[in-house]
């Protein structure tokens, strides 16, 4: 079915998104509290310590978990207010199965009607169209245990080979890159790093808003003398303060570190012993720059020839240096490239494998990092495994007690399966930790293609957009209700430790799958009592993969705050740093050079739609705000989405800061209040994508994918804008009672 | 520390006030209670210090700007400012809803302390200077008369409802009071943030309160249960707790009582000064706040000591506080690099 | 960390640093002594030209305009120089202290007909942990530690003195400038210009500049 059972407003009526405003009791209830659990945010890749305050068996608090090396206690708001995510009055609490006479269009069923309509469904829709004709969709707010459960799920217990993740629309073109270049996807460097840098160079990436306690480390290096580059369409908050600002056109970033390579070699700022020593392919990467001149390059990106220049100066003539991106450079058609034309700049002056030196992805998501390793990736099994490689597929075989020929072969990445799924090819589908009808491209073929499903199960803690259109709903769980590990940005594997137990009837993810699996008849390959035996089977899996985590333990994680893998056997230290000594992860040790010719985005501008697109995030809101926009003082921080544009656009078409208008793609537009400001570049408009419906950014957004990681290109689509009706005041909140006066 | 010597006259003239309402008000002390002396001796003290800190406090550039301004506010639009007296009362002074809007239990314990202290003060302080006795009438044990001075009213039943209220005011004030002091206490215990900011002069607030009251419980108990065992050291103890409670009036916490009606004031002053033109700000042009207010801080600032002049004429004061904080940071920024 | 008191941390506000994200508003309302009101303020200093917005938390003077103007005494000072919020039962909401702090600090909360301010976390701070807003900026524009910590870890020299027109606060609270050479910071200082005035060469820098 997988239709609305009501319409959009009855079920938000129902299940929210309502706001959590105060602590249970409220903020009078004073502050006895029975204990306090060390644990992590989970609201992005940075995994920052927090302390959760717990009472009766409800999370009332948070207090600053200082001794946390990464982050000493500074937290953004969101952590701040993520222990409001308890205690919610959306919080779902009993399986249902979608009614349409049922108030609020679910009815309540028992676990074990849900879970045998479930995998009825499940052999019914694979008895008539195949085995991969039933999908799952994961996420990596899981844990590693369950990013790795999910893996194991999908591949023995649904036998199917369409199994992806979220992290699809945000890692995984750095991933691809860095395996091309360096052999191994994970950040080269702990982020202890950054402040031993001399440069720091930002691309495509809100750091202040998206990353921000990040912002420190940064500091950190500028506090020595360090001089700070930000390549970004607008001012964000942290190039306000850099020493140089490249204001790129949104989709040209391969131009411009095309131009700076070519400045690098022209000036000879280059280390040609480390390329001679450590690299492969230096003549293509030399080649596809010849004619990338700077002055060439401020044509296409419009950033000044001089300020080209000088960015390769700082980089190239600098002892250590750290360039880190993010999806700004990562969400296009040429991901993969932006990331390869990025790793040649440190390649080139030979910044790796050193202290302060590296070319870095900074993980987005929660567990972005764990999750994209341990198998919930279509071509993938655990340890960063090759799910196509015969020796790979031999060795998790052996761990899982299966047969090789039982694991399902590759499947299909996210975009493409919601696209199988438009076209009829996949029927069915189970998901978890994943609001595509946000988060996907083109929404209204997302949505378009849900409603062609055959059965559609979730497992989720509250009713997201996607979750609406579910046939059962089983309840889950919520981050700090189970225990596990996850691995941040740094590649520093962290304890993820329970603080309550799920209310009502909800129950832990993991013993979701295992109940699903058990009924599927599968329920020996997953015979676990504990999250703990899972990762301890993880851990041998991983043995051997780039993705080692065999020498980390439980004990080991919680008392070392941290690890950072590989850590290839039981007491090895971890490895903070890769690459030391210049041996990269490919069977010969040397990092490869890409060519990397400059194309333009899939879509690009022209007289129907003039003015380029670009999506992204505000600080107070996390991915598809399936948590976030139900926590009243994040809401209230940024609460719906505004058309950012320069004032010269503005003018063009007619509106001042807070008139309403109208922003036209090929596939679909949206409604909204314009916010004027002269951080934007003249030619791009910037609009968030957190929100769901007729508030949703990706109704514009392009469905072309990259060809080699199959990331969408969310940060570049052409579109016409003009006036509606209507104007708000987009004034803040705070700055409003600031002239009511004191009376 | 030096008196402040119009603080003394004051607070002699209090107490001359206080001797001649008792003296007249006891029919020349024919009503007067000799067992009160020790309760007058710390009224009389209460008197004194009260009216001095008042008197001393009223004088402060600030405090005597706003009382100048409160009554000019209130003398301006006197009908209406009389007619809106009563309910001001009612809301800034009895019932007290701005601090429920802060929290409920606080505002319920302060609720019981409030009216248990109100009608305590109502039975003891007319006891006291012998304003008011009672007289049992005629033959009959039990039936008594209230009278306030010489001049007799009600009549009552002891065996009564009301009569029982009557000579029970006291035990009823008492419980109030103990129950708001509980409340205030396990509030102040389970909250660390309260504790942090509690002054010492907050306990010794309740504790005064607490042994006031439950002293005066025990007065009661005795004389009911114990066939009045202990009386006279009970009564002794209570005595004492409640003169040294009365002398530590002008002095702790419990002086807000008398500043509080301040804020009547202080709503006049607001409501006239809506009605006058705005001050605005030097720096946006925007209104911040009345200008009456503004020019009034202008004029106490120096008398304070501070001189928010700026060299080339206007004032510092003239600026909204939003814009006191951009231009804080724009200055700063300009002091490290530049940004902004 | 926890501070013993022969550490003696200060409190530092860089205004330059702050990013905006309000994690330090957030993290006000969860303070012990006021929770569930914000009480530490962030301003954008004007939207449509910049993002640098500004943090402003109480200086804690020392000799504290707000109370000097205080008609009802409400207004304290401990021992160790933090200058708490409204006594509760004097503050008699006349917003006298909103109006005359010269960092426009207090706050006169309506419902509460109180004045309400920045008490440094009392709560905390007198148990030797930093302030809910230090411990969690992210940028550091709010930090909480010793002077020797401060010195060793970052650029700038550490200022408490400032100048509103001819009067000069001291605060307890530092900021940070480059030099110190200039003396007391002077909010009306002149502003500097900086590469923001044209972010994206459009007017100064030709393409090939
Ligand atoms: S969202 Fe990220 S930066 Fe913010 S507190 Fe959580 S982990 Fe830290
Ligand atoms: S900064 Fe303002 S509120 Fe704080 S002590 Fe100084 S005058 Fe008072
Ligand atoms: S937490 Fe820090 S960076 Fe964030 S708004 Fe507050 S002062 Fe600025």
């Known amino acids: 079915m997988a239709k609305l059972p009501l319409t959009e407003q009855q079920l938000i009526e129902a299940y929210g998104p309502h706001l959590n405003e105060a602590p249970p009791g409220g903020w009078d209830a004073g502050l006895e509290i029975d204990r306090v659990v060390n644990t992590h945010c989970c609201f992005c890749g940075q995994q920052c310590g927090i302390k959760l305050k717990v009472r009766d068996n409800a999370v009332v608090g948070f207090e600053p978990w200082y001794e946390f090396p990464f982050n000493e206690g500074k937290l953004c708001p969101k952590g701040v207010k993520r222990y409001l995510q308890g205690s919610h009055p959306d919080r779902l609490l009993h399986p249902m199965e979608r009614d349409p006479a049922a108030p609020g269009g679910f009815r309540q069923v028992s676990w074990d009607h849900a879970l045998d309509r479930v995998v ?27 990013s790795y459960l999910v893996g194991k799920f999908a591949r023995l217990g649904l036998h199917t080979a369409n199994l992806d993740y979220n992290g699809r629309y945000c890692m995984v073109s750095a991933g691809a890159g860095s395996k091309k270049a360096l052999g191994v996807d994970r950040s080269p460097n702990p982020w202890s790093d950054i402040p031993l840098a001399d440069v720091v160079w930002i691309a495509g990436s809100n750091v202040a808003e998206t990353f921000p306690i990040t912002t420190s480390y940064i500091w950190r290096a500028r506090d020595r003398g360090a001089k700070l580059i930000v390549q970004d369409p607008r001012v964000v908050p942290l190039a306000r303060t850099a020493d140089l600002f490249l204001g790129v056109r949104p989709g040209t970033d391969s131009a411009l570190f095309g131009a700076v390579l070519h400045t690098l070699i022209r000036r000879d700022w280059l280390d040609h012993e480390f390329v001679d020593a450590h690299t492969l392919d230096f003549d293509d990467a030399v080649a596809a720059v010849a004619d990338m001149t700077p002055r060439w390059a401020a044509d296409i990106t419009g950033v000044p020839a001089a300020r080209i220049e000088q960015a390769a100066e700082w980089w190239g003539s600098s002892a250590t240096g750290m360039l880190l991106h993010a999806r700004g450079i990562e969400q296009h058609t040429k991901g993969v490239d932006n990331v390869l034309a990025a790793i040649n700049l440190g390649l080139a002056t030979g910044k790796f494998g050193k202290p302060g030196c590296g070319v870095s992805t900074i993980t987005g998501q929660g567990n972005g990092q764990g999750g994209r390793e341990h198998g919930h990736k279509c071509d993938q099994l655990p340890g960063n495994r ?5 020796e790979h597929r031999a060795h998790v075989a052996s761990v899982w007690g299966c047969d090789e020929s039982e694991i399902p072969g590759k499947g299909i990445p996210a975009q493409e399966i919601i696209e199988a799924i438009h076209a009829g090819k996949i029927k069915g589908l189970l998901s978890i930790c994943f609001n595509p009808l946000v988060s996907s491209p083109d929404s209204n073929f997302t949505a378009a293609a849900l409603d062609r499903l055959e059965f559609y199960s979730v497992i989720e803690f509250f009713l997201s957009e996607t979750a609406q259109h579910a046939d059962v709903v089983l309840p889950g769980s919520l981050h700090e209700e189970d225990e596990g590990t996850a691995t941040s940005g740094e590649g520093r594997i962290i304890k993820i430790n329970a603080a309550v137990e799920p209310p009502g009837e909800a129950h832990l993810d993991w013993q979701i799958l295992l109940d699903i699996a058990e009924r599927l008849g599968k329920g020996k390959y997953f015979p676990y009592k504990n999250t703990q035996e899972i990762f301890e089977e993880l851990r041998l899996a991983s043995a051997g993969g780039t993705a080692d985590y065999l020498g980390a333990t439980w004990d080991r994680i919680e008392n070392e705050m941290g690890l950072f893998w590989p850590i290839p056997e039981i007491g090895h230290p971890g490895t903070p740093r890769l690459f030391e000594g210049g041996r990269f992860f490919h069977p010969d040790g040397k990092a490869r050079f890409h060519g990397v010719p400059f194309k333009e985005s899939a879509e690009v501008v022209d007289d129907e739609y003039p003015v380029w697109l670009t999506t992204g995030r505000v600080v107070s809101q996390y991915l598809s705000g399936t948590q976030t926009r139900r926590i009243a003082g994040l809401v209230a921080q940024y609460p719906e989405p505004l058309c950012e544009m320069h004032p010269q656009l503005a003018e063009r078409i007619g509106v001042t800061d807070g008139d309403i208008v109208t922003v036209t793609s090929r596939r679909g537009d949206i409604t909204l209040p314009a916010r004027v400001v002269n951080t934007i570049r003249p030619d791009t408009v910037f609009i968030p994508y957190h929100w769901p419906g007729a508030k949703a950014a990706n109704q514009l957004t392009n469905r072309a994918v990259d060809p080699i990681s199959k990331m969408p290109e969310f940060k570049v689509a052409a579109v016409r804008i003009a006036r509606s009706p209507g104007h708000v005041e987009t004034t803040d909140r705070r700055d409003l009672e600031l002239h009511e006066g004191p009376s | 520390m030096s008196l402040d010597r119009r603080g003394v006259i004051w607070g002699l003239v209090g107490v001359a006030v206080t001797l001649a309402l008792t003296f007249l008000g006891s029919d020349r002390l024919v009503w007067f209670d000799a067992a009160l002396l020790g309760y007058l001796f710390g009224l009389i003290f209460a008197v004194f210090g009260v009216v001095y800190r008042y008197a001393v406090w009223i004088r402060r550039p600030p405090t005597a700007m706003l009382n100048r301004r409160g009554w000019d506010a209130f003398r301006q639009r006197k009908a209406r400012n009389v007619a809106a007296l009563p309910s001001l009362v009612a809301t800034q002074l009895l019932t007290q809803g701005f601090i429920r809007r802060r929290s409920r239990t606080r505002w319920f314990a302060h609720q019981l302390v409030f009216w248990g202290c109100i009608l305590a003060a109502l039975v003891t302080f007319p006891l006291t200077l012998g304003l008011l006795h009672f007289e049992s009438v005629g033959q009959q044990a039990d039936r008594y008369q209230v009278f306030i001075s010489r001049v007799g009213t009600l009549r009552f039943d002891a065996a009564s409802t009301f009569g029982w209220l009557i000579f029970h005011a006291l035990d009823i004030a008492a419980v109030l009071v103990l129950a708001g002091v509980f409340i205030f206490l396990r509030r102040r215990l389970r909250d660390p943030g309260a504790m942090a900011v509690e002054r010492s002069g907050d306990f010794l607030a309740l504790a005064g309160l607490f042994a006031v009251s439950v002293t005066g419980l025990f007065l009661t108990v005795s004389s009911k249960w114990l066939e009045g ?25 419990l002086f807000h009582i008398f500043q509080r009606p301040g804020n009547l004031g202080v709503v006049y002053y607001k409501r006239a000064n809506d009605e006058g033109p705005p001050a605005v700000c030097r720096r946006c042009g925007l209104a911040f706040a009345s200008a009456q207010q503004v020019a009034d801080l202008k004029e106490v600032l120096p008398q304070v000591g501070f001189d928010y002049g700026m060299d080339g004429g206007g004032n ?25 | 960390m926890r501070y013993g008191i022969d550490d003696s941390p200060v409190f530092v506000i860089d205004q330059s640093r702050c990013i905006g994200c309000e994690a330090c508003v957030q993290a006000c309302m969860e303070c012990g002594t006021h929770r569930g009101q914000s009480l530490i303020h962030l301003e954008r200093i004007d939207q449509a030209t910049t993002t640098q917005t500004a943090p402003m938390v109480c200086m804690h003077c020392e000799d504290p305009t707000c109370a000097q103007v205080c ?24 917003s006298n202290c909103v109006l005359a702090c010269p960092f426009g600090v207090p706050k006169y909360i309506a419902d509460f007909d109180q004045m309400m301010k920045c008490d440094m976390c009392t709560d905390r701070t007198s148990e030797g942990y930093a302030p809910m807003c230090a411990s969690v900026c992210p940028s550091e524009a709010l930090w909480y530690g010793t002077i020797e910590k401060f010195n060793e870890t970052r650029s700038g020299s550490l200022l408490r003195d400032f100048m509103f027109g001819r009067q000069e606060v001291r605060t307890k609270v530092y900021t940070v400038v480059d030099e110190l050479g200039a003396g007391a910071l002077d909010v009306f200082a002149p502003t500097r210009s900086h590469w923001l005035d044209d972010p994206f060469g459009l007017e100064q820098e030709a393409l090939d500049g």
């Open chain 1, 120 to 146: 009825g469904e499940i052999r019914r829709i694979q008895q008539t169209y195949g085995d991969d004709a039933f999908a799952m969709l994961s996420g990596v707010s899981l844990t590693n245990e369950k």
């Open chain 1, 386 to 390: 090759d799910i196509s490689n015969p």
């Open chain 2, 229 to 253: 065992r202990f009386y006279s050291a009970l009564n002794t103890i209570h005595a004492l707790t409640v003169i040294l409670g009365l002398m530590y009036l002008p002095f702790g916490k």
């Open chain 2, 316 to 340: 510092y004061q003239d600026t909204c506080p939003r814009c006191r904080r951009v231009q804080l940071t724009l200055a700063q920024s300009a002091r490290v690099g530049g940004f902004g």
């Open chain 3, 71 to 94: 008609p009802a005494d409400a207004i304290k000072q401990t021992e160790d120089g933090i200058v708490q919020s409204a006594l509760k039962p004097r503050c008699i909401g006349c």
